[in-house]
RNA sequence: GGAGAGAUGGCUGAGUUGGUCGAAAGCGCUCGACUCGAAAUCGAGUAGGGGCCCGAAAUGGUCUCUCGAGAGUUCGAAUCUCUCUCUCUCCGCCA
């Protein structure tokens, strides 16, 4: 698959190349590995379309001849031989691209050049904060309690009915986390230019593969019994592979996709992490952001994403601060990532609640996404895919509880949100079911 | 779930005794002629991917692959066989 879209050479051997100088990154035996695979795959190539022109030609000679009921026997004899031999070589070709997509596919994206060296969470630098946590004259309460006191979260029946990292949302619960992403599709929409899509909330493992969480991840994704099925576990995986396989006018780029959907992970070897409340679910929702850009355009899309993410949190009047991922806390596919992290009171500290992440061709070599500009001679290129949250709604729910409870059970509805709740400018306790 | 029909270039649509078919025709589009300009008319061009060659680049040259996807038969497949995907019609079921 990935061979056959081209592998882009040169291209390969420089981000390759740039792997090596990162610090603790050698990689020598993949890059010799693909180098000889490619140029085996040339030299079978070329041989077996020699051979393909000889037969081609052969092939007219012998219509000719059958028309002028002259004999074509040994000609026939001939070719039955060259076409044993294509056949053998076609066959060279198969395993090589095998091998090379083997290869390709595990092999993690090559971080920006701008990207702090580091090993982990704790060399994430801070870009830049905004808004200041609310000092509370009282002791805040976490989500869990305050959510039960106004009667809008059960944990205990969402865990009879299915387990445990399920929630259910009550009364104007539910309603808040409806008002929520409604206004940030809204918000995306209207002001920022994406084109909302109401995508599947399952995929097939080709759609997995392109984004990159197969092979690798498989044990992160629920998979439906009995078919090639995929619970999504971010809007991401259908609106970048939305457009997978195609080619895009240049003019068109940027693409800019914004979609709700529930996502479902089965957050394995998260056990004991997180364990109170709505932080880390099994399902959860998102609005997801999602950009097809230009190559040279597509680190300026990156920032230009980030702020639509952080348009959100602002309007919300919640603080947060942007982080930049350090090379030892980047994913698989990524080449650059900001996080956006949210205050929670109840917890005293910064939380991550996006995460915007510029893939460069990364998706687009697995996905086979290109585009192509409109001159005669213009040449198919891969195009760059980013996407970030914008935002995770259950964490902003999360948030929103949390940063604006007032110290007597009550907690206030941001200005911008009292449209999409009849006007209601606090949540009080109440008890939906009686 | 049962029965049947289909998938061809930007679109519509020919092609089904396998052989100069990557493919008629029409529409659309591009360029040119006519016109003060436009319409109409006339003429020419017009599928895409990949490799290689030439070149600074563009233009260009050449080979190859692609008629839903994959496999097979054959010297040769849009045309024959098998599997899969999708679309449509009828029946059943259902929100």
Known sequence: MLAKAGLEAKKTRAALEALLKEAGQVRIDKIAALES??????????????????????????????????????????????????????????????ELDDLLLGIPNVPHASVPLGCGEEDNPEVRRHGEPGAMAFAPKDHVDLGA????????????????????????????????????LDLHREKHGYL?????????????????????FEADLFKL????????????VPLT?????????????????????????????????????????????????????HPDKSYEELEGLTADAEQVLQRLGLP???????????????????????????????R??????????????????????????AKPAFVHTLNGSGLAVGRTWVAIVENYQDGNGRVAVPEVLRSYLGGKTHLEPSKPLG
């Open 149 to 184: 006191a106004l009667g809008i979260l059960d944990m205990d029946r969402a865990a009879k009915l299915t387990g445990a990292r399920f929630s259910v949302l009550a009364g104007d619960g539910a309603r808040l986390e409806r008002a929520l992403w409604t206004f940030m």
């Open 37 to 98: 695979l490619d140029a085996k795959r040339r030299g079978i190539l070329f041989e077996v379309e020699q051979l393909k022109a000889e037969r081609n030609k052969a092939s007219q000679e012998i219509a000719k001849k059958k028309a002028a009921k002259e004999p074509a026997d040994e000609i026939l004899a001939r070719m039955k031989e060259v076409s044993d031999r294509i056949k053998g070589f076609d066959e060279q070709v198969a395993a090589v691209d095998r």
């Open 196 to 216: 909302e899509l109401l995508p599947p909330f399952m995929v097939n493992s080709t759609s997995m593969r392109g984004t990159g969480q197969l092979p690798k």
């Open 320 to 350: 947060y601060r942007v982080v930049t991922l350090s090379s030892g806390d980047m994913g698989f596919s990524a080449a650059k990532t900001y996080d956006l992290e949210v205050w929670l009171p109840s917890q005293k500290r910064y």
């Open 241 to 293: 592979n939305y457009f997978a396989g195609e080619i895009l006018p240049e003019a068109a780029l940027p693409v800019k996709f914004c979609g709700f959907t529930p996502c479902f992970r089965s957050e394995a070897g998260s056990y004991g992490k997180d364990t109170r409340g709505l932080i880390r679910q099994h399902q959860f929702n998102k609005v997801e952001l999602v950009k097809f850009a």
């Open 225 to 236: 019994a009995n078919t090639d099925y995929y619970l999504i576990p971010t809007a991401e």
């Open 352 to 377: 991550e609640i996006s995460s915007c992440s510029n893939f460069e061709d990364f998706q687009a070599r697995r996905a086979n996404i290109r585009f192509k500009g409109d001159a005669k001679g």
